[in-house]
């Protein structure tokens, strides 16, 4: 069945931190009518002495909106706002909003178990071509930068109805929609994603630090990747060599990238859904191990690509 949404206006939004602030501020430049929560009140303050409409709860938030977008750390806080107690679903079968969307990175099982909770419920005001409530599992790509910016990319799991019409509200904060299929899938398609990043960071790194060690230097090493079948993202794009490249983490000191514990915590979650189907991951396993200790050792704070010098012993171009 086609579900028809009329024009999206009231929008909820949960989780106003590093990512979601810029989302929801988007949000409010496109000129959706907002209502947010947060638990922390400092947070709240700022939206409401900006004129925007919050709530204690996550619940009020659900009564207030057509739509609810959450944006939190992880799976544990996703549960607690939508189960836990005056939570999105307090309202045991009946909901006010036809759309819920998760923007967290969380473990694709969670996604999946939620969505199938959201769609068991009833709307309070049934539309046309739209008698359930349903969930999209959407996380993104692209941090900080690209949320301010508007330019992340979300990739989308759950029913394709509900995605083309959640589309044109996921545009107003960023710049590529990709449908991934049925529900959890957005969550699968973030985490491969990222493991593979990992996976190629560290071979990077790797390669590069041996080359150094063997007497060749990084910039040259560099150049025969990104002409040869070694190029990829981390070597031609986000360099983890101080002196490589300019306008990237490595390049001031590794500071404002994607911090090592937000790699960590990915990958933990790509372990877990490996664990879970029994399939063989034993990059993913390494490069899991490989982050924690780097965390462990007080680099968490740092981009990924410090592992270049923390793990590896990697040199700047110019030592
Ligand atoms: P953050 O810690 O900066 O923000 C989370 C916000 O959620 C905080 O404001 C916190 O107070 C709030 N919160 C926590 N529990 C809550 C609850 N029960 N009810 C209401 N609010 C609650 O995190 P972030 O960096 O904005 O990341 C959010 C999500 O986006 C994470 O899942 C992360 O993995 C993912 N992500 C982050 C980046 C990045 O570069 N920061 C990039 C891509 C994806």
């Not at 002409?227 to 990237?248: E, F, K, L, T």
């Amino acid at each position: 069945m086609s579900r028809i949404l009329e024009p999206i206006k009231n929008v909820g939004f949960i989780g106003l931190g590093n990512m979601g602030s810029r989302m929801a501020n988007n949000l409010l430049k496109a000129g959706y009518k907002m209502t947010v929560h947060d638990v922390d009140t400092n947070v709240m303050k700022k939206y409401s002495d900006m004129g925007v409409s919050t709530k204690q709860t996550p619940f009020g938030v659900a009564e207030a909106s057509d739509v609810v977008i959450t944006m939190l750390p992880s799976s544990s806080h996703v549960l607690n706002v939508y189960n836990g107690p005056y939570g999105l679903l307090q309202g045991g079968n009946l909901l006010r909003p036809r759309l819920l969307i998760d923007s967290s990175t969380i473990d694709p099982q969670t996604s999946r178990k939620l969505s199938a909770s959201v769609s068991n419920c009833t709307l309070k005001e049934k539309k046309e071509n739209w008698e359930s409530p349903v969930m999209l599992d959407a996380p993104v790509s692209g941090g900080v930068v690209a949320a301010e910016a508007g330019s992340l990319t979300f990739m989308v799991g759950g029913s394709e109805d509900a995605y083309l019409a959640a589309k044109s509200l996921l545009l107003s904060m960023g710049k590529n929609t990709i449908f991934c299929g049925g529900p959890g899938n957005g969550s699968v398609a973030k985490i491969c994603n990222n493991l593979a990043m990992a996976v190629s960071m560290l071979g990077v790194s790797e390669a590069l630090a041996l080359g150094q060690s063997l007497g060749i230097t990084a910039s040259t090493l560099t150049k025969i990747f990104n002409s040869s079948s070694a190029r990829c993202w981390s070597s031609d794009s986000y360099n983890p060599v101080p002196g490589v490249m300019q306008g990237v983490p490595s390049s001031r000191n590794y500071s404002g990238g994607f911090a090592s514990k937000l790699m960590a915590k990915d990958l933990k979650l790509a372990v877990a859904s490996a664990e879970e189907v029994e399939q063989k991951c034993p990059l993913t396993f390494l490069a899991q191990h490989i982050y924690t200790e780097i965390c462990k050792d007080g680099h968490e704070t740092e981009d990924f690509s410090s592992v270049f010098r923390h793990y590896y012993s990697g040199k700047s171009e110019h030592d």
